[in-house]
């Protein structure tokens, strides 16, 4: 376990200012009951705003043909074919994954291939378990296509009422692995991936998943 690069920066700020606001308490107050209550709760804050940065090393050890791997850490909240418009424009099947708070909130690749597109939508900041998140918060969407270019997916980082700020790393034209992190969300939200009809789908719906661990799906 270590901490995400994300959250350096933001940790080590949040630290000098809890250290300083407790320094200056206890210069006025000493060993009052005020500064025990102050000290603790910095502690546990500290902790939470640690555990959100938190970023598990994993490595996926299955076969990775014609899978495709859970991007995110969460519970499966849709299973469905709908129509995709901005990519496809044509009929997909749909596996959400929303992300709690308390998740782990870095996204992995899905599938080993390419990257075709990546863009970022300006948009509003809804519930992300709301299925109108999917096309109207802000979110950024990232195609890809598999190695052996028989397959595309679309992946789509939606914010949600928390989340303020959603980071890609994905770029067009690089090759990307299961194993290798594709964002990261902050505050947690929900990750969409659509695959083409006829894929095999292995999760449920409420089912907890593992980011790089999970097994959602197997095409055709």
Known sequence: MKVHHEGR???????????LLNGILWHFSRLTLLS???????????????NFYRSPYRQFKGNTDGIVVASADGRVVAIEEVYEGEYFKDKRIIVSIFMSPFNVHANWY?????VLLTKHHEGRFMAAYLPKSST????????????????????????????????????????????E?????????????????GTEILVEMNQKVTGNQTIIAKFA
Request: hydrophobic share 45%.
């Open 9 to 19: 920066g933001v940790l080590t700020i949040y630290f000098i200012v809890l250290v």
């Open 136 to 179: 109207e918060n802000e979110r950024s969407t990232v195609v890809m296509e598999t190695e052996d270019e028989r397959h595309r997916i679309l992946l789509r980082q939606i914010a949600g009422a928390m989340a303020r700020r959603i980071v890609t790393y994905a770029e067009v034209g690089e090759t990307a692995h299961i194993d």
């Open 181 to 197: 992190h594709l964002g990261f969300i902050k505050l947690g939200s929900r990750v969409d991936v659509y695959l083409p009809t």
């Open 36 to 50: 025990y209550v102050a000290g603790g709760t910095s502690l546990v804050l500290f902790g939470i705003v640690l």
């Open 110 to 114: 899905p599938i080993n291939g390419k």
